[in-house]
């Protein structure tokens, strides 16, 4: 069993102040694998410390400097990308084929950045008036447990583009994957403070971070609820924010698409990381008049799902996380059931023989009205909702009746149909035909599916203060 007993803080491993712990559960079968000491309001207080010392000179740094920092990094991690992928796969339960997938999006956020910086410029004249980009200072970087060192590389290979320090605080329950990524960052050898992580909770660490007015800026990957709580807070000492939030993200089939081609994808996407996605397509929408076909290919295609262990590459569908998010998935679909929705495969309870750990069934609900509770709020397991819809008006009218917009889905053989249905989107990201994805593309959501962007310049300019000097 591993012990988790330092936090990163001034470039060095330290003992936290903090002296609470926090056991680990395996999620394939909820037996202890390790145990972390939680930092706490002190911890986060001398790391806020080192991370303004650091942007003293950090923030004078050139772009040359940046980008030999940001290939460092990069190749810290391609040295670590197998390690990466197995501890997210055995702490977290992400399917190795998830797991992947996502270590390899981080090194092309390094990637992306530094191909970005290179072609930014932080000197702009706008009129007659000279205006420079300068870093927003010392960033608290608080991030969710579903995508713990894919959020962290986002973030951090964007903030040190634009000249900033962090302080980050991951979830506690991903604090073996910190482990990993802070090697990585102390490997690439960046000057001491620039970047800090301290394990703790949200009420505690995350708290500091949001009223500590040593922090400049909050950027925050998590449930609407709690990005509700850290604007709030952000606001006392005029923190910038962006708040990359939830989503319930619709998938419209248009009545031209191939069903064989479309329904795979849609499955896909519905049960992106078993569910545990923000960006997850949990709404398909689909042409009244082709409903009972859908049913019967999307129930043959999910009944070839493998469910089961995250370390099998065919495994589709992992264990959700704890306990905890099992028992809430268990409840939606107790709802979906109560609301009147027809189940058409899955259901409660544990698929056959994974009883021990926090598996659910994938399990799917027809004739879906989208005012029922499983189409409007953010379940994050592996349940689908599929809702008829009468012609494209309809189709555009569900997919935006949603406090969310983060993303969208749209399959036509159309394409030019297709665009002008994404026209009348309201989602931060759409793709057509397939799951796209686009390290340069912004990220973020429409509505309460959060505040601001992520990725490429949009990104970039969200840890930038225009500073306008007139003569």
């Known amino acids: 069993m591993k012990k988790i007993e330092t936090i990163y803080v001034n470039g060095a491993f330290i003992i936290p102040n903090g002296t609470d712990t926090l056991d680990l ?48 990094i990069r190749a810290a991690v391609i040295r670590r990308q197998q390690d990466l992928i197995d501890v997210m796969v055995e702490e977290y339960g ?6 992947s997938m996502v270590i390899q999006f981080a090194i092309n956020d390094f990637t992306a950045m530094i191909e970005v910086l290179k072609d930014f410029d932080f000197e702009k004249i706008t009129g007659n008036t000279n205006v420079y980009l300068t870093p927003v200072g010392v960033a608290g970087i608080i991030i969710p447990w579903n995508m713990s060192n894919g959020f962290i590389c986002t973030k951090l290979s964007t903030l040190i583009a634009a000249g900033c320090t962090a302080v980050v605080k991951p979830s506690e329950l991903s604090a073996q994957q910190t482990q990993i990524i802070a090697e990585c960052f102390h490997e690439a050898g960046l000057p001491k403070g620039v970047v800090n992580f301290v394990n703790g909770l949200g009420d ?29 807070g952000a606001v006392d000492n005029m923190k910038r924010i962006t708040l990359e939030l939830g989503g319930k993200s619709p998938n419209i089939i248009l009545d031209d698409a191939d069903l064989e081609i479309t329904i ?3 499955i896909t996407a519905a049960f992106l990381n078993s569910g545990q996605a923000c960006a997850a397509g949990t709404r398909l929408l689909v042409p009244q008049s082709k409903l009972e076909e859908v049913n019967t290919l999307v129930k043959s295609f999910v009944e070839t799902i493998k469910v089961g262990l995250p370390s099998d590459p065919d495994t589709m569908v992992g264990p959700m996380v704890n306990q ?16 009147g929705a027809e189940l058409l495969i899955g259901g409660v309870g544990q698929p056959k023989g994974l009883e021990a750990g926090n598996f659910v069934k994938a399990t799917v609900f027809t004739n879906v009205k989208n005012s029922m509770r499983i189409a409007q709020e953010e ?3 592996p349940v689908l909702s599929i809702i008829p819809y009468t012609d494209d008006k309809d189709a555009i009218s569900i997919a935006n009746d949603t406090p969310y917009g983060l993303a969208a889905y749209i399959f036509s053989s159309d394409r030019e149909r297709a665009l002008a249905v994404a026209s009348k989107i309201d989602a931060g990201r759409i793709s057509i035909n397939g799951l796209s994805h686009d390290s340069k593309a912004p990220f973020g959501g429409f509505k309460q599916s959060g505040i601001g962007r992520e990725y490429g310049v949009f990104g970039l300019e969200a840890y930038l203060e225009p500073k306008a000097i007139l003569e």
Do not use: M, W
């Open 25 to 72: 559960l395996s999620p394939v079968n909820n037996e202890k694998i390790a145990t972390v000491t939680l930092a706490n309001e002190i911890d986060t207080q001398h790391a806020i410390a080192a991370a303004q010392e650091a942007f003293k000179t950090f923030s004078s740094t050139t772009k040359e400097e940046r980008i030999t920092y940001l290939e460092k």
């Open 324 to 339: 905890k998010q099992f028992e809430r998935v268990q409840e939606y679909i107790k709802i979906g059931q109560e609301e």
């Open 204 to 232: 505690v660490v995350g708290a500091e971070l949001t009223r500590n007015p040593g922090i400049n800026k909050i950027s925050f990957t998590g449930s609407t609820a709690v990005g509700k709580i850290i604007a709030k």
């Open 264 to 266: 795979p994808a849609a």
């Open 379 to 381: 379940i994050f397991g």
């Open 94 to 99: 992400g399917t190795y084929q998830f797991c």
